[in-house]
């Protein structure tokens, strides 16, 4: 069995995480997921890489963004401890969209993975194949490069093909991957 990294965009996997959730009202796995994708690939999960940020905070906190620090704090505690987790952190940025809403966005993340996923030769020398849960197409140019250095980069993402939804994937990450898979509800039991 084959060693791998995965490489976790968390903001992306949380969205699918709450859709499957909502979908049948059963909580879902966090950890075990990225165990049960290894499994499923007959890989070997040497180490975990997950790319998040905090919540935003205004100056001074709302009841609701204490309450999500508090949460965001405790779960980044649990993975800290981890020896085997990597956890990385970029920030948060709220936006009001055109329709006067309050949006919010992850920024520096992607650059984050980036970064590591580039640096995997000097830190892993054996390891061969990466696992990379993610959708957009910030993604490329660094898979085309891991390709040319001997990875295989293996995608997991999640689309629905539907008009103005918050799941859409990059067709070029999609052929740029050496292969990809669309994550589905039983990665989550």
């Given at each position: 069995?084959d060693?791998?990294l ?5 903001g992306?996997?949380?969205?699918v ?9 059963k909580p ?12 499923k690939?007959?890989?070997n ?15 001074k906190?709302?009841?609701k ?7 965001y704090?405790s779960?980044t ?5 981890k ?5 990385r952190?970029?920030r948060?940025?709220?936006?009001i ?6 949006d919010y ?9 980036i ?8 830190n ?13 197409s ?20 999640y689309?629905?093909?539907k ?5 859409s ?14 994550l ?6």
């Amino acid at each position: 069995m084959d060693d791998a990294l995965l490489f976790i965009d968390d903001g992306f996997f949380g969205l699918v995480k709450k859709h499957f959730s909502k979908e049948d009202g059963k909580p879902k796995k966090y950890l075990q997921t990225f165990r049960n994708i290894c499994k499923k690939e007959n890989l070997n999960l040497k180490h975990l890489y997950i790319y998040t940020a905090p919540p935003f905070q205004s100056p001074k906190p709302t009841e609701k963004e204490d309450f999500l620090m508090s949460r965001y704090q405790s779960m980044t505690k649990m993975l800290r401890r981890k020896k085997w987790i990597t956890l990385r952190e970029g920030r948060c940025q709220k936006i009001i969209n055109e329709k006067g809403h309050e949006d919010y966005k992850q920024k520096g993340v992607d650059a984050l993975i980036i970064m590591d996923m580039f640096d995997i030769k000097e830190n892993y020398q054996n390891i061969k194949k990466i696992i990379l849960i993610a959708s957009d197409s910030d993604f490329v140019p660094v898979i085309e490069r891991m390709k040319q250095k001997g990875f295989e980069v293996i995608i997991y993402t999640y689309f629905d093909r539907k008009r103005d939804s918050k799941f859409s994937t990059s067709n070029q990450l999609l052929k740029v991957a050496s292969r990809w898979e669309r994550l589905v509800k039983e990665d989550f039991e």
